[in-house]
């Protein structure tokens, strides 16, 4: 069964103290890796697709990076409205990759204090 | 452009109630997507969709019905709801079955 786990659950930061959030999983072949903001009482809100090892996606203060087993959100001089859950989802190419299935993680919860 | 819009974003059943969670999309996408999503879980597929007459199970289909009579519209069928379907449900649209665009979600209690 596919299996994506992120870490932290939760993470605290100082408003510019530089971070990474960890995605790591586990699929019969990674057709898409995905990354997701949510706010609380919001739907998540795309931010990020990687496709293949060595990738990286820079957006302002975020940048994805993804390996072979795991993916890193760096979030650079975060400021308190990067505060929110961050979601990491894969898509499974050898599991119905056309019906568009993502497998999400649990998410980790940043919260990013002036 | 309006997106993913569902109704209602709030709602109480009392046990054994049904009700049905509307979902519809302007971007003209084919595939939809219904997913639940419970406290430090992630979220859950409960049914999707890649056309109009077209559906299936995800993870977590049991208590729920779906059709797909229309591109813009996935209503999402509770019957006779339980307290284990108390949850913030989330609707989902995507062009190429790749990237999803997500609702804002229906908070659902059942007492």
């Known amino acids: 069964e596919d299996q994506v786990t992120q870490s932290p659950e939760a993470l605290r930061l100082q408003e510019g103290e530089s971070s990474s959030l960890n995605c790591s999983y586990t699929v019969s072949g990674l057709r898409g890796l995905f990354w997701y903001r949510q706010d609380p009482g919001k739907g998540p809100e795309f931010l990020f697709t990687l496709y293949s090892a060595g990738e990286e996606k820079e957006k302002e203060r975020l940048k994805a990076t993804l390996t072979k087993k795991e993916s890193f959100l760096h979030i650079t001089a975060p400021k308190p409205e990067d505060s929110a859950t961050y979601l990491c989802a894969v898509q499974d190419s050898d599991r119905g990759s056309t019906l568009g299935r993502l497998y999400f993680g649990r998410g980790t919860q940043l919260t990013v204090w002036p | 452009n309006a997106g993913v819009t569902q109704t209602p974003k709030f709602r109480i059943l009392k046990i054994g109630q049904s009700m049905t969670l509307q979902c519809t999309q302007d971007?003209?996408?084919?595939?939809m997507y219904w997913y639940r999503q419970d406290p430090g879980m992630g979220l859950k597929l409960i049914y999707y969709?890649?056309?109009?007459?077209?559906?299936d199970k995800g993870e977590v289909p049991n208590g729920y019905n779906v059709s797909r009579s229309t591109t813009e519209d996935f209503p999402l069928r509770l019957e006779l709801a339980a307290p284990s379907q108390t949850s913030v449900y989330f609707c989902a649209s995507s062009s190429h079955g790749d990237i999803q665009y997500f609702g804002a979600g229906t908070r659902l209690s059942v007492l």
């Open positions: 969709s890649v056309g109009a007459g077209i559906t």
């Open positions: 971007m003209n996408h084919n595939y």
